[in-house]
């Protein structure tokens, strides 16, 4: 039986609602004999394409499926920390209250309603849909004083597809979204908003190419909760794209070891329609790079001990901070098996990094880091490591438990020299996709925000501290998710003449999803953040934020939801603001 027929056979038989989480996280699933993505722009290296266990979580049980799919892996964008011989990261069912996506945030045209593309009957799936949402807000300007009112339409055509057969594996999600307001019609714009994968294996277990882009859109100014009600203007946004194609040779030396060798040609763009940054000093910023790797890993007949070689090279072509910049990091990495579920980890390494603008960085010396990865269980994995990158010591903490077959908890911590474009450039290797679509860690499968819209948009160079915490439980008709998530993001470079200021913030959210029939699902979400932004207010903001929202589905295809949000920031001066926003929306799919 061929992998294409295998294929189809399996996922024939399992319940449509994870089949497109086996296409979707299959790009980047850890394989018995490879590794997920890691973060941090690291290099690792997968064993030759074979069989993987990769199954997605079922809505319906909250577990993960038995099946086991035939599927090819993609490049090699981890540590050898992430490396996981039959491990199953299991995902909770979260609530998704809403991801930032220009005015449409938060109501069902983006997030709600979603139903699982199914591959039941053959290897690819393609889903269009058409939303269409009204809403009405009093304070569209989120001004003090001197409030305006408007009404507006978001008209947004989507379409979903997924692919899985011997030589393609991907999926994708495209939604561009037409604004349309009634009284200010200045702020009309479409909002582009999509990502997707595609591996393809050109010869199989030789040479495959990997495909990953991604657009979106967030507030320039910052203070949006991820998933609140709130809504932005029009031009108070910036439209980002990221894409990066990589093509990549693997070849297998027995069960000693394996070899790759790869180049990764990156893009990204920020600020792409005119007029959007009016009223800021904000510049639009993008860059091109071009990136090479060459990796060694040890195989089976190390036993307990496994090794990896790397060598990453990653040269910019851009302005500001990217003028002339690079980075190169060469290192040797260990881990040892003390037990079956307890592993040390060892690197030792070197970086030679550089970036442009007003106060050039240049890093050069020794790498290091030691820690452990824990895997208490077949859907549980805890990664802590403590070291020297970027020129700084730092602790990294990417952890995902699973506490019984209802709680899922989730702990991250990382810093990094970064910027924003870059660091949406990175969540490309690191993300996968659950049943329903949603962005999760590719390690841990904690949720994902693939834009922070809390701290305002800036092109500078960052060193950046990020924490997240997040707890999740679930009853069959009800669905709780406590989360919160800290950043402190600290200037190292700017653009001349585009200056840049230190960044902090946290934020919290308690939300609460009641099924009260089949069709019929409420949730309700409590939201607080505060946030400091010296370069627009030198005291801090208190940021209340409170919504309800009914979602119903009318027919299998059409599903109606409405949603009423306020917020309420508590800052001196024309920052702080009160606003309210009704919303109202159809989906239907074909």
């Known amino acids: 039986m061929t992998n294409t027929q295998n294929t189809r056979r399996l996922v024939g038989k399992a319940d449509a609602a994870w089949a497109m989480g086996i296409a979707a996280a299959a790009l980047f699933a850890s394989p018995a004999t490879g590794q997920s993505a890691g973060g941090g722009g690291t290099v690792s290296t997968p064993a ?56 449409g945030s938060g109501l069902g045209l983006f997030d709600f309603g979603q139903v699982p593309l199914s591959l039941t009957d053959r290897p690819y799936a393609i889903r269009p849909a058409i939303g269409v949402e009204v809403l009405g807000t009093n304070n569209l300007f989120q001004t003090r004083q001197d409030a305006r009112s408007d009404i507006v339409t978001t008209i947004a055509p989507s379409i979903a597809a997924a692919v899985s057969t011997s030589r ?17 019609s200045s702020q009309n714009a479409v909002d582009q908003i999509g990502g997707g994968q595609l591996l393809v294996a050109v010869v199989p277990d030789l040479f495959y190419v990997d495909i990953r882009g991604s657009a979106s859109v967030q507030p320039q100014s910052g203070g949006v909760i991820p998933g609140s009600a709130q809504l932005v203007e029009g031009l108070n946004t910036t439209q980002t794209f990221n894409a990066q194609i990589t093509p990549f040779l693997i070849h297998r030396f027995g069960t000693a070891a394996t070899a790759q060798l790869g180049y990764s040609y990156q893009y990204s763009q920020q600020d792409w329609a005119s007029g959007r940054n009016q009223g800021t000093n904000l510049s639009a910023q993008s860059y091109t790079a071009n990136r090479g790797f060459a990796i060694l890993r040890s195989g089976e ?14 040269s910019f ?3 500001g901070v990217y003028d002339g910049a690079h980075r190169f990091v060469t290192s040797v990495e260990g881990r ?3 037990l079956p579920s307890v592993a040390v980890l060892a690197e030792i390494g070197y970086e030679n990094i550089e970036y442009g603008g007003t106060n050039a960085a240049t890093i050069e010396g020794a790498t290091w880091s030691i820690g452990t990865r824990l895997t208490p269980g077949p859907d549980s994995i805890i990664v802590v490591r403590y070291g020297r990158h970027d020129g700084f010591n730092s602790v990294m903490l990417n952890a995902g438990v699973a ?26 290797e690191t993300i996968t996709f659950d049943a329903l679509g949603n962005p999760v860690d590719s390690r841990s499968g904690a949720p994902v925000i693939l834009v922070n819209p809390f701290l305002a948009v800036s092109s500078a160079l960052y060193r950046t501290r990020l924490g997240t915490a997040t707890l999740q439980y679930r009853w069959p008709r009800d669905s709780f998710t406590l989360s919160a998530t800290w950043q402190d993001s600290e200037p190292v470079s700017s653009a001349f003449g585009d200056p840049a200021s230190p960044q902090s913030g946290i934020y919290g959210t308690f939300g609460w999803a009641h099924e009260f029939s089949p069709r019929t699902t409420g949730i309700t979400t409590l939201q607080y953040g505060r946030l400091s932004q010296d370069q627009i207010s ?33 800052a001196e001066g024309p920052v702080g603001y009160t606003q309210t926003v009704l919303r109202a929306a159809l989906r239907r799919t074909f």
């Open 403 to 428: 506490l019984g077959a209802r709680t899922n908890v989730y702990a991250t911590y990382s810093e990094k020299l970064s910027t924003g474009l870059s660091e949406s450039q990175d969540l490309l």
């Open 336 to 338: 040892y098996a003390i």
């Open 48 to 103: 030759a394409p074979a069989t993987a266990t990769a199954p997605a979580a079922s809505p319906e049980t909250g577990s993960a499926p038995s099946a086991t799919t035939p599927t090819l892996v993609s490049p090699a964008l981890g540590t050898l920390a992430d490396v996981d011989p039959g491990l199953t990261r299991r995902t909770a069912d979260p609530i998704r209250i809403g991801t930032y996506a220009g005015s």
């Open 301 to 314: 007949d190390f036993g307990r001990l496994a090794l990896q070689g790397r060598i990453d090279g990653t």
């Open 538 to 570: 030198s005291t801090n903001q208190d940021i209340y934020a409170v919504s309800l929202t009914l979602l119903h589905r009318l027919t299998d295809n059409l599903t109606a939801s409405a949603q009423l949000g306020w917020t309420r920031n508590t």
């Open 317 to 319: 072509i851009g302005g």
């Open 168 to 184: 393609l594996l991907g999926s994708l999600t495209y939604t561009p979204a037409l604004r349309l307001y009634g009284t200010y």
